[in-house]
C-alpha cells in the first residue's frame, strides 16, 4: 500500500535495511508530574527486573517475529530524571544485555540540562539516539490546564540544548486536549514542523480511572474524541507535518487495565488500516499542505 506518512518502521528499513523492533523497558525512575490525565499509583516499580524485562521482550519478538534487531527504549516515566552518574549506569547496564542498533529515552523538556545531554551524546557515537520530549501541546493554557508542569518556552529550551548533538528529537503530541479545537491542533502542528525535529508521536488522549481527567468526565466538563473525530485530527495534522518528519505514533494505548473512555471497539490494526486507507483514498499525505 502507498505510504501517506513517513513511519519509523520505514525510517529503520530506509536507514538500516533491516526492520527493528522497540524494546520498551523501565527504568524505576517514575514521574514526577502530576498531569490530570495519570494516576501517579499506576507508576508502580516493575516486578521484573530490567534483565528479565529485555529477555522476555526479545524471546517475544523473535519468535513472533523473527526479529534480530532492536532499539531499547525508556519509555515509561521521566528517563532523565536522575543524576548523570545514575543515569550512565541504567543506560550503560541496559544496553549491554543485547546487540541493540539504537537508543530511545523518553522524558519531560523541563527533566534535561547540559550535562545529562552530554552525555546522551556519547551514545550516538555507537547508536542511532533518540530523545523523546513530552511535550503534548504548544499552547501554554493548554499545559496549564492539564497541569503539565512547564511551558512551550522550556521545550523551546530543552530543544536548544540539542542543537549541536547528533541525537534525533521527537515530540510527544496529544490530540484531544481539554479546550483544544481541531484549528489550535493543526497548530501545533505548524509550530513544531519549523523547529528542528526529527520525530513526533500522536497520542489520543484517553480517560483513566481515577484520575483527575476522571472527575472531569463524569461532571460532564470533558468528553474525549470519538474515532472519527480523531482520525480527522490526526489526518489534518499530518497533511501540515514537515514531509521528512518520522512518525513514531499515530495511536495510544492503554497497559493499566484502568480505561474508562473512549471504547472505540477496534483493534489497534484495524485503526492503523483505516487511517492509512483514508488518507490513501481521499489523496491526503503527510506534508501536503506543509509551507
Known amino acids: 500500500m502507498q505510504r501517506p506518512y513517513q513511519t519509523f518502521t520505514c525510517y529503520i528499513r530506509d536507514t538500516f535495511h533491516t526492520k527493528a523492533f522497540r524494546i520498551s523497558v523501565d527504568g524505576f525512575f517514575g514521574c514526577a508530574g ?20 529485555i529477555i522476555r521482550l526479545r524471546n517475544f519478538y523473535e519468535k513472533r517475529h523473527k526479529a534480530r534487531d532492536f532499539y531499547l527504549y525508556f519509555q515509561k516515566g521521566t528517563n532523565t530524571g536522575a543524576s548523570a552518574r545514575h543515569l550512565k549506569e541504567v543506560y550503560d547496564r541496559g544496553l549491554s544485555l543485547l546487540s541493540f542498533i539504537g537508543l530511545i529515552i523518553g522524558t519531560r523538556p523541563d527533566a ?3 550535562e545529562i545531554i552530554g552525555l546522551i551524546q556519547s551514545y550516538t557515537e555507537k547508536y542511532d539516539v533518540w530523545l523523546e520530549y513530552g511535550l503534548q501541546s504548544t499552547f501554554n493554557a493548554t499545559l496549564d490546564t492539564i497541569q503539565r508542569g512547564h511551558t512551550y518556552e522550556d521545550f523551546l529550551r530543552a530543544l536548544e540544548l540539542l542543537k549541536e548533538t547528533d541525537i534525533k528529537c521527537t515530540v510527544h503530541m496529544i490530540l484531544g486536549l481539554p479546550g483544544e479545537s481541531l484549528e489550535m491542533m493543526v497548530e501545533n502542528v505548524r509550530r513544531l514542523s519549523r523547529l528542528p525535529i526529527q520525530g513526533i508521536k500522536f497520542h489520543h488522549l484517553y480517560v483513566l480511572e481515577g484520575t483527575f481527567l476522571h472527575k ?27 514531509p521528512d518528519i518520522v512518525v513514531h505514533r499515530v495511536l495510544g494505548e492503554d497497559h493499566s487495565g484502568h480505561l474508562v473512555a473512549p471504547r472505540w471497539k477496534m483493534t489497534k490494526d484495524r485503526i492503523l488500516d483505516d487511517i492509512r486507507k483514508s488518507m490513501v483514498r481521499e489523496g491526503r499525505f503527510q506534508g501536503r499542505l506543509f509551507s
Open 34 to 53: 502530576k498531569c490530570i490525565y495519570c494516576e501517579n499509583s499506576y507508576y508502580k516499580p516493575p516486578e521484573e527486573s530490567m534483565e528479565e524485562q
Open 112 to 114: 534535561v540540562n547540559s
Open 216 to 242: 472531569l468526565y463524569l461532571s460532564g466538563d470533558y468528553q474525549p474524541l470519538s474515532y472519527s473525530e480523531y482520525k480527522e485530527a490526526l489526518m489534518a495534522s499530518l497533511e501540515h507535518l514537515r
